[in-house]
């Protein structure tokens, strides 16, 4: 069966620098959602979308921003990067509408290393 | 804001014991509750989710149980083996997921 795939799967960046990180959902999920998790810390939410549009934001600092694209891909761009933005992201998408479980699957993530 | 809490933060035990993983949440008002595995660096593998109308799930050796009421959740796995040996992340879902900080497993053979 079709996973998340997120690309690329590691990125080494300078301070100052932008990343753009990207993510595709499994076929015919509705929503997707990020996270951040920092080493020995749990995963964080940082935004989601549904059907394109955004549907909830969590503690996602200004100089990040994120969109979904018209064939459900996701981007999270990141500016100005700090050494603290160093961490696994993750993607994972679901189903809610017509009787969906909402069940999130992740991808593999990006490992952002930032120096 | 939810808060979930993972008891115990880690846990060592012998090849065949029965492992129990709890997991407390502060706002009932959830969506579903999901267990997840993560390896060292890795990416979360799904376990179980068990919706909010619902009170336990179970697939294979792994059982879990949901108390909404009291903002509970335990994970049971039956006859432990080596290869369980990885980081056990309960999530609560008010559509977002909203983490505990895992219970680190090691099964010693």
């Known amino acids: 069966a079709a996973g998340v795939i997120q690309s690329p799967r590691h990125l080494i960046k300078e301070k100052r620098e932008t990343a753009t990180l990207k993510c595709y959902p499994i076929?015919?999920?509705?929503?997707v959602y990020w996270y951040q998790q920092g080493p020995g810390q749990d995963p964080q939410f940082l935004i989601s979308?549904?059907?394109?549009?955004?549907?909830d934001k969590g503690s996602i600092p200004d100089r990040f921003s994120a969109q979904q694209f018209s064939d459900y891909h996701s981007e999270l761009n990141m500016s100005s990067l700090e050494l603290g933005d160093s961490a696994l992201y993750f993607c994972?998408?679901?189903?809610?509408?017509?009787?969906?479980?909402?069940?999130?699957?992740f991808g593999p993530g990006t490992r952002l290393t930032v120096t | 804001k939810q808060e979930v809490t993972q008891i115990p933060a880690a846990l060592s035990v012998p090849e065949g014991e029965n492992l129990v993983l709890n997991c407390s949440f502060t706002?009932?008002?959830?969506?579903?509750l999901q267990w997840f595995r993560q390896d060292p660096g890795k990416g979360l593998t799904s376990l179980l989710l068990?919706?909010?109308?619902?009170r336990e799930q179970t697939s294979g050796r792994l059982n879990a149980s949901l108390d909404k009421s009291s903002g509970r959740s335990t994970l049971y796995i039956a006859a432990s083996q080596p290869g369980d040996s990885a980081t056990y992340l309960c999530?609560?879902?008010?559509?977002?997921?909203?983490f505990g900080a895992g219970t680190t497993v090691t099964v010693r053979a």
């Open positions: 706002d009932s008002a959830i969506y579903n």
């Open positions: 999530a609560v879902s008010d559509y977002k997921l909203s």
């Open positions: 979308f549904y059907e394109k549009m955004q549907s």
């Open positions: 076929p015919r999920h509705d929503t």
């Open positions: 068990i919706q909010s109308s619902q």
């Open positions: 994972a998408s679901s189903n809610g509408g017509a009787g969906g479980s909402y069940e999130q699957y």
